[in-house]
């Protein structure tokens, strides 16, 4: 009874939804011995969690277009992302694709996101939606950094998701790292810059090799067209099928992450011990 009673008062010191509290509870019970080395969210393709699987690590993913069970505004899908994380081992990873399209310059006149108001217009359903998922996924990542388990969030260049609040929030109190690069540095056929903020110690390692692998790409397609008027303004239009194509990881990017990861030295989290909390130390 004492153990339970520590757990659940260092699981309210986490900055968690108050409604997460008894899930999180619940789910570290239940694992008596993590046997997950990372989980992919928001895993589309999922090129990313088989890369990881190529080297050996035991991965799982959550993508809403495998079942409404994987809908993470959704109870069943919410439980399930969050026992995934409880059953990940201490340094291990879980890496969130953030859904893009409302943070993107491509999309944000549909959401009336900008630089200086990257929350948008939050009467609109669209940012409604996208700004619930966000939430989510920070507050996943803040999980895992209460677990000891890596986490990384990745976005396009052009995306103010790193400038809302929430976001940076995050990032401070967790110390976490940025790393950027193309995403044809890994066999991509499109100029896709990615930015990447997040804990794991092997992000810099990745920046590296992206960009040592630079000039290989260079005739990469890229995924706008820009116009001008004439009156000389600028227009700026994205090919809607390239965009989508431009989703999905390359088994390239997959494989690169998943030898990185499986360099380290990650260990099964005794559950009854003390957890690591942003409130220790």
């Known amino acids: 009874m004492g153990s339970r009673r520590h757990l659940r008062n260092q699981v309210h010191t986490w900055g968690l939804p108050a409604a997460w509290v ?62 995934f994380i409880c059953r990940t081992k201490e340094k291990g990873l879980l890496w969130l694709g953030v859904p893009c399209s409302s943070w993107v310059f491509i999309g944000r006149s549909n959401s009336g996101r900008s630089l200086w108001r990257p929350q948008g217009n939050e009467s609109l359903p669209y940012t409604q939606l996208h700004n619930s998922l966000a939430s989510v996924a920070l507050s996943l990542a803040r999980l895992a950094f209460c677990l000891g388990i890596y986490y990384v969030m990745e976005q396009p260049s052009t995306s103010v998701f790193w400038h809302w609040q929430p976001t940076m929030e995050l990032i401070c109190e967790t110390a976490a790292q940025r790393c950027s690069f193309n995403l044809s540095a890994f066999g991509a056929d499109t100029q896709k810059r990615l930015v990447l903020h997040g804990t794991a110690p092997w992000l810099r390692q990745l920046q590296d090799f992206a960009a040592a692998r630079r000039s290989r790409p260079a005739q990469a397609e890229s995924l706008v067209t820009t116009r001008v008027g ?52």
């Open 22 to 83: 008894p899930i999180v509870l619940a789910c570290l019970l239940a694992t008596t011995c993590p046997d997950l080395d990372g989980v992919e969210v928001f895993a589309g393709a999922k090129e990313l969690t088989f890369g990881c699987r190529h080297y050996g690590l035991a991965f799982e993913t959550i993508e809403k277009e495998d079942g409404d069970d994987q809908d993470l505004l959704k109870d069943a899908g919410l439980k399930k992302a969050i026992l």
């Open 230 to 281: 004439p009156s000389g303004e600028t227009k700026v239009t994205g090919k809607r099928k390239r965009l989508k194509e431009s989703q999905a990881y390359t088994a390239q990017f997959g494989r690169k992450v998943g030898a990185l990861q499986s360099r380290l030295d990650v260990k099964r989290r005794p559950v009854a011990r003390p957890l690591f909390s942003l409130m220790d130390g």
